[in-house]
């Protein structure tokens, strides 16, 4: 598989690795995925309010993917914290994997912490991360071991959306373009970063060629998957050093000494895909499936401050087909 490839697919890839033998793709539809269908969209919001609430999420999503311990996000997602809920059930999955399918990657990322100093320090954070969540992790799935599976399902049942998402991407076999529109609603409406990312996941349920053509290239596996990836990254979702991101990048390809998520894909661009067609299908998502205007002047491939998402929160709805991305 070529590198450019990669560059694009691997976070999904891995990300789906981390919840094997917890997840069992059935051979249906989508029916037995009602009791986390939403039954109505969101409240619409003003284009301020939109960029109030995206700004509210990466404050949170901070908190929850870079600060909180184990006790608090356990402790919140028992209170009914459908984030927290969500983010716990990510814990789970990681140390599951960190002990088991990806166990030899991360005895790899050991030696190579004294091999590549440009590296030490991302690597330091994959082994503080998981000293620090999956002692007491491991105890609690000793006693429950289906708990990331409990927790995403609690998550999704109680409105998260990109809990549900990743819940009916889990356990449907295809998806149907009437979901996949009221998912891309629900983002264009909340601007949530999360769940704009986890759009990558969905592309590959697809179920039939999207009806408008001039908007089909935003859901081909390939192009589609790097546009998503790109207005995510630009939109909020945390894609520095540091992030699960990032660290899932470093346990899975040990790509470790990366500033963040696109400064790796521009590094390795597939040469087969022209850069102009990922450009203009960034344009499609942007101007015609959510409506957003351009994001806020910045160039993309120039590195975040460590710690912080790359991008800018959306910005009000246009009217007009302006060039995004």
């Given at each position: 598989m070529k590198k450019g490839i990669l560059a694009v697919i691997a976070v999904v890839v891995v990300v789906g690795l981390l919840g094997i033998g917890w997840w069992l793709i059935r051979d249906r539809d989508e029916a037995g995925t009602?009791?986390?269908?939403?039954?109505?969209?969101?409240?619409?919001?003003?284009?301020?309010?939109?960029?109030e609430a995206v700004r509210a999420a990466v404050e949170k999503n901070r908190h929850w993917w870079r600060e909180a311990s184990y006790v608090e996000i356990r402790q919140a997602a028992i209170d009914g914290d459908p984030v927290a809920q969500r983010r716990l059930s990510e814990v789970y999955e990681d140390c599951l994997a960190f002990r088991g399918p990806l166990s030899n990657n991360m005895?790899?990322?050991?030696?190579?912490?004294?091999?590549?100093?440009?590296?030490?320090?991302?690597?330091?954070?994959?082994?503080?991360?998981?000293?620090?969540?999956?002692?007491?992790?491991?105890?609690?799935?000793?006693?429950?071991?289906?708990?990331?599976?409990?927790?995403?399902h609690s998550s999704a049942k109680a409105g998260d959306l990109t809990a549900q998402m990743r819940y009916i991407n889990r356990t449907s076999a295809r998806i149907s373009e009437a979901r996949m529109r009221y998912f891309i609603e629900e983002i264009a409406n909340t601007g949530d970063p999360d769940a704009l990312f986890e759009m990558v996941s969905l592309l590959p349920r697809m179920r039939d060629t999207w009806s408008q053509p001039e908007e089909a290239m935003a859901f081909d596996n390939v192009i589609?998957?790097?546009?998503?990836?790109?207005?995510?990254?630009?939109?909020?979702?945390?894609?520095?050093?540091?992030?699960?991101?990032?660290?899932?990048?470093?346990?899975?390809?040990?790509?470790?000494?990366?500033?963040?998520?696109?400064?790796?894909?521009?590094?390795?661009?597939?040469?087969?895909?022209?850069?102009?067609?990922?450009?203009?299908?960034?344009?499609?998502?942007?101007?015609?499936?959510?409506?957003?205007?351009?994001?806020?002047?910045?160039?993309?491939?120039?590195?975040?401050?460590?710690?912080?998402?790359?991008?800018?929160?959306?910005?009000?709805?246009?009217?007009?087909?302006?060039?995004?991305?």
């Amino acid at each position: 598989m070529k590198k450019g490839i990669l560059a694009v697919i691997a976070v999904v890839v891995v990300v789906g690795l981390l919840g094997i033998g917890w997840w069992l793709i059935r051979d249906r539809d989508e029916a037995g995925t009602d009791d986390v269908q939403p039954v109505q969209h969101s409240k619409k919001l003003t284009p301020e309010q939109r960029a109030e609430a995206v700004r509210a999420a990466v404050e949170k999503n901070r908190h929850w993917w870079r600060e909180a311990s184990y006790v608090e996000i356990r402790q919140a997602a028992i209170d009914g914290d459908p984030v927290a809920q969500r983010r716990l059930s990510e814990v789970y999955e990681d140390c599951l994997a960190f002990r088991g399918p990806l166990s030899n990657n991360m005895k790899m990322l050991a030696r190579l912490s004294s091999a590549d100093l440009h590296s030490k320090a991302a690597i330091r954070g994959v082994f503080d991360d998981f000293r620090r969540m999956c002692v007491q992790a491991d105890a609690d799935l000793g006693k429950n071991p289906q708990a990331a599976v409990y927790w995403l399902h609690s998550s999704a049942k109680a409105g998260d959306l990109t809990a549900q998402m990743r819940y009916i991407n889990r356990t449907s076999a295809r998806i149907s373009e009437a979901r996949m529109r009221y998912f891309i609603e629900e983002i264009a409406n909340t601007g949530d970063p999360d769940a704009l990312f986890e759009m990558v996941s969905l592309l590959p349920r697809m179920r039939d060629t999207w009806s408008q053509p001039e908007e089909a290239m935003a859901f081909d596996n390939v192009i589609g998957s790097q546009a998503w990836m790109l207005v995510a990254c630009t939109s909020g979702y945390d894609c520095a050093r540091g992030s699960r991101m990032m660290k899932v990048m470093c346990v899975g390809l040990f790509a470790c000494n990366q500033p963040d998520f696109i400064s790796y894909y521009r590094a390795n661009r597939n040469k087969a895909i022209d850069p102009a067609k990922v450009d203009a299908t960034v344009a499609v998502i942007r101007n015609s499936l959510l409506q957003w205007a351009p994001p806020p002047t910045q160039d993309p491939a120039q590195p975040a401050a460590a710690g912080t998402p790359q991008g800018g929160t959306p910005a009000a709805p246009a009217k007009s087909a302006a060039s995004g991305g």
